[in-house]
């Protein structure tokens, strides 16, 4: 027997009707079990990253970040500079989601980064998911 376009199984009335409520509860828990739009936005990655020393001996850095932002709850909310022993160097923290400008780059000036130092990582971190993206390691120009 079909059931609009789709073959059910030959039960009697009272258990299609139970087979069809069952159907429709686990299409509304689809939601709960897969997670909100923003929950699959996903991580923040760094994608590029451009390192360009001052004449002053600091660095500026140009990050491309790539999120699918979603709204207020779930975009990429900032990126880290972190030297080879991970300390924190520098910190760009982005005020707004970018929902419709994907991949975006964002600038840092001024950091001051030691002598002994050839490369830095640059990670960047979304709301929801925290860290955990692509984090791209850079050898910095003298």
Do not use: C
Request: hydrophobic share 40%; no cysteine.
């Amino acid at each position: 027997m079909r059931y609009g376009s789709f073959p059910l199984p030959n039960l009697r009335r009272s258990g299609r009707k139970q087979l069809i409520a069952a159907l429709g509860l686990a299409v509304a828990a689809l939601p709960v079990f897969i997670g909100s739009p923003a929950a699959l936005a996903g991580e923040a990655d760094v994608v590029a990253v451009e390192a360009t020393r001052s004449g002053d001996g600091t660095y500026r850095f140009d990050v491309t970040v790539r999120h699918a932002d979603a709204g207020w709850e779930h975009y990429a909310d900032k990126w880290q500079v972190l030297g080879p022993d991970g300390a924190l160097l520098g910190e760009r923290v982005l005020l707004h989601p970018h929902d419709n400008e994907q991949p975006f780059t964002r600038s840092l000036a001024g950091v001051e980064i030691s002598d002994g130092i050839r490369s830095v990582s640059v990670r960047a971190h979304d709301k929801m998911h925290g860290w955990g993206g692509t984090e791209l390691k850079v050898d910095l120009p003298d």
